[in-house]
C-alpha cells in the first residue's frame, strides 16, 4: 500500500503558473509509472501526464506545451509543472501511481488546482 504527500495546488491567475509534487513512500522498491490526473466538477477524471521509470511521458493534448512532467525515481517524487495556465485547468489534481504495468495503481488524496482572475 502506497503512500502519498501532495503538494503545490492553490489560486493563481490565468497566465500563471504552478509546481504541482507527489511523493510516494510504503516500503517501494520500484514504481512503474507515476503521474496526475485530473477531476473538475462534474465532469469525469482525466489523464493529464504520465511517466515511465524509462521516462516515456504520455500528455493530455490539453496540456500540451504548457505542463511538463519530471520525476525523481531515487525519491519516488513525481512533479508537474503547470505553465500558461487557464481557467479550464481548475481542477482537483491527483497523483497515481502504478508498481507494475499490469495493477490499476494507487491514488492520492487530490490537490486543488484553481485559475481565475
Known amino acids: 500500500q502506497l503512500q502519498f504527500v501532495e503538494s503545490g495546488g492553490g489560486l493563481v491567475q490565468p497566465g500563471g503558473s504552478l509546481r504541482l509534487s507527489c511523493a510516494a513512500s510504503?516500503?517501494?522498491?520500484?514504481?512503474?509509472?507515476m503521474g496526475w490526473y485530473r477531476q473538475a466538477p462534474g465532469k469525469q477524471r482525466e489523464l493529464v501526464a504520465t511517466m515511465t521509470i524509462w521516462s516515456s511521458t504520455n500528455y493530455a493534448d490539453s496540456v500540451k506545451g504548457r505542463f511538463t512532467i519530471s520525476r525523481d525515481n531515487a525519491k519516488n517524487t513525481v512533479y508537474l509543472q503547470m505553465d500558461s495556465l487557464k481557467p479550464e485547468d481548475t481542477a482537483l489534481y491527483y497523483c497515481?501511481?502504478?508498481?507494475?504495468?499490469?495493477?490499476?495503481?494507487?491514488w492520492g488524496q487530490g490537490t486543488q488546482v484553481t485559475v481565475s482572475s
Open positions: 510504503g516500503g517501494i522498491f520500484r514504481i512503474h509509472t
Open positions: 497515481h501511481a502504478k508498481l507494475s504495468i499490469y495493477d490499476d495503481g494507487y
